[in-house]
C-alpha cells in the first residue's frame, strides 16, 4: 500500500459547483497534513495545512479524520482559476526526521 | 531573497556528463529539502538537511547523486555520469524548521533534460 494516495482524477466541475478530493495515508501515527496546489509546469504551493479540528480558509476546507486515516479538500463555488492538481502531503513519523510525503495529486478542470 | 532560488532553470546535458545543480533557501530557514519530480509524476524526496544535523540521504536514488549544504545557506545538489532516467524537474524547498506544522516553500525548479 502507498504511503499517500489520491483519486489522479481528472475531476471536470462546472463554475460555481462544489467539489470534495480525498486522500489516504497508511502510517496511522503520522503528524502533520496539508494540501498543495501545483499548476502546469510549475513548483508546488501550500494552500492550506488540516488542522485535527478542521481548517477553512475561504472557500476551501480541509478535513482530518484519524480513524479512517484520510483527509479532504472540498472547495465551494469553484472558478476556472482553481484549475490545478491538488497534492496531498503527509509528515509520517520515521526515526524523528521530517520527510513529508507527497501524493501523485488528483487533477481539477473546472471548465466554464 | 523572498523566495528560494534556483538555477539553472534549465540543463541539458550529454548522458555521462555531471552536472550541478544550485539552490538558495529562504533567508533564516533552517530546513532545506530536495525532491525530483518526473514528467507526469508525483514527488519523490531526495534528501534534506536541517541546521548541522546530519542529513537525511535515505531518498537519493544511486551513489551517483550526492547533495551538501554550506550552513544554513546554498546547498547543491550534484548528478555524476547522468543517465536518462535522471531526466526530471528537480525542486528545492525550505521551511522555518523541519518540524511538525511547517510547510515547504519551493523554488522554480531545475529542467534537467540527458540527452
Known amino acids: 500500500r502507498k504511503e499517500v494516495e489520491q483519486d489522479p482524477g481528472p475531476f471536470n466541475v462546472p463554475e460555481g459547483a462544489t467539489v470534495a478530493f480525498n486522500c489516504t495515508y497508511s502510517n496511522s501515527a503520522s503528524q502533520s497534513f496539508f494540501w498543495y496546489r501545483q499548476d502546469c509546469r510549475k513548483e508546488p504551493k501550500l494552500l492550506m495545512s488540516?488542522?485535527?479540528s478542521g481548517n477553512e480558509d475561504g472557500r476551501f476546507t480541509a478535513q482530518l479524520n484519524r480513524a479512517s486515516q484520510y483527509i479532504s479538500l472540498l472547495i465551494r463555488d469553484s472558478k476556472l482559476s482553481d484549475s490545478a492538481t491538488y497534492l496531498c502531503?503527509?509528515?509520517?513519523?520515521?526515526?524523528?526526521?521530517?520527510?513529508?510525503?507527497f501524493g501523485t495529486g488528483t487533477r481539477l478542470k473546472v471548465l466554464a | 531573497g523572498a523566495g528560494v532560488s534556483q538555477s539553472p532553470s534549465n540543463k541539458v546535458t550529454e548522458k555521462g556528463k555531471d552536472v550541478e545543480l544550485r539552490c538558495d533557501p529562504i533567508s533564516g530557514h533552517t530546513a532545506l529539502y530536495w525532491y525530483r519530480q518526473r514528467l507526469g509524476q508525483g514527488l519523490e524526496f531526495l534528501i534534506y538537511?536541517?541546521?548541522?544535523?546530519?542529513?537525511?540521504k535515505s531518498g537519493l536514488p544511486s551513489d551517483r547523486f550526492s547533495a551538501e549544504r554550506t550552513g544554513e545557506s546554498v546547498s547543491t545538489l550534484t548528478i555524476q555520469r547522468t543517465q536518462q532516467e535522471d531526466s526530471a524537474v528537480y525542486l528545492c524547498?525550505?521551511?522555518?524548521?523541519?518540524?511538525?506544522?511547517?510547510?515547504?516553500?519551493f523554488g522554480s525548479g531545475t529542467r534537467l533534460t540527458v540527452v
Open positions: 488540516v488542522y485535527s
Open positions: 538537511f536541517q541546521g548541522n544535523s546530519a542529513p537525511d
Open positions: 524547498a525550505s521551511s522555518p524548521a523541519a518540524g511538525m506544522g511547517y510547510g515547504y516553500t
Open positions: 502531503v503527509v509528515n509520517p513519523p520515521t526515526s524523528g526526521t521530517y520527510k513529508y510525503i
